[in-house]
């Protein structure tokens, strides 16, 4: 299948501060990838859906304030947390549609302290 | 919008036995359905889809059956082996357009 990946793996950083996730279609090329969220011992939630060239389309509920989406070229998707707080923490997963399918990257662990 | 239910949530069944996870969805314009495998701390893992215009799709020891008309599809492994202890989740989406919905989960475990 094809490969997705994402930087970083985890993070951990102070309230207030930003952190950027790159998410990356590594073998074929994505016009539309997506970005979940998944809490301990829960499902995944999809946060937006980010095209390539366009806005991104957030979910009911989603800031897209504080959630910024940039999907600047075909093969690279980046979501911003601005001014993370504690309730952000989660592992974050972006996925990349081929055809119909979806290929998710390993995820991202974020920890705000 | 889309809600897609998923039972049961953990499932033990001895090593070389089958598992079966079922998952009912509610919007009938879903017409695509997939099962990920997520292992601790990684993404899910894409192992086997089906569409709506398929009744039953096999991969090896991996089925898949939907029921369109029910709106339930499942999810059946054979011979199960210890790799396959993880957590099972089923989705649904209109293929090509959104995003897809997900199932709780089921933490299968296999016992050896």
């Known amino acids: 299948g094809a490969v997705v990946s994402q930087h970083p793996s985890w993070v951990i950083c102070k309230s207030g501060t930003s952190v950027k996730i790159e998410c990356r279609s590594l073998?074929?090329?994505?016009?539309?990838m997506f970005w979940y969220r998944q809490f301990p011992k829960q499902s995944l939630m999809l946060m937006a859906t980010s095209n390539e060239g366009s806005k991104a389309t957030y979910e009911q509920g989603v800031e897209k304030d504080k959630f910024l989406i940039n999907h600047a070229s075909l093969t690279l998707s980046t979501l911003t947390v601005t001014s993370a707080h504690p309730e952000d923490s989660s592992f974050y997963i972006c996925?990349?549609?081929?055809?119909?399918?979806?290929?998710f990257g390993p995820g991202t662990r974020l920890t705000v302290l | 919008g889309e809600n897609v239910e998923q039972h049961p949530s953990t499932l033990s069944v001895q090593e070389g036995d089958s598992a079966v996870i079922k998952c009912t969805y509610s919007d009938s314009a879903s017409n695509y359905f997939p099962w990920y495998k997520q292992e601790l701390g990684k993404g899910p893992q894409l192992i086997i889809d089906i569409r709506s215009n398929v009744g039953e799709k096999k991969d090896q020891r991996i089925a898949v059956t939907l029921n369109k008309t029910a709106k339930h599809f499942s999810l059946h492994i054979t011979e199960t082996q210890p790799e396959d202890s993880a957590v099972y989740f089923c989705?649904?989406?209109?293929?090509?357009?959104?995003?897809?919905?997900f199932g709780k989960g089921t933490h299968l475990i296999i016992q050896p």
């Open positions: 996925s990349a549609r081929e055809r119909e399918e979806q290929f």
């Open positions: 073998d074929f090329q994505a016009t539309t």
């Open positions: 989705a649904a989406s209109i293929a090509g357009a959104d995003g897809l919905t």
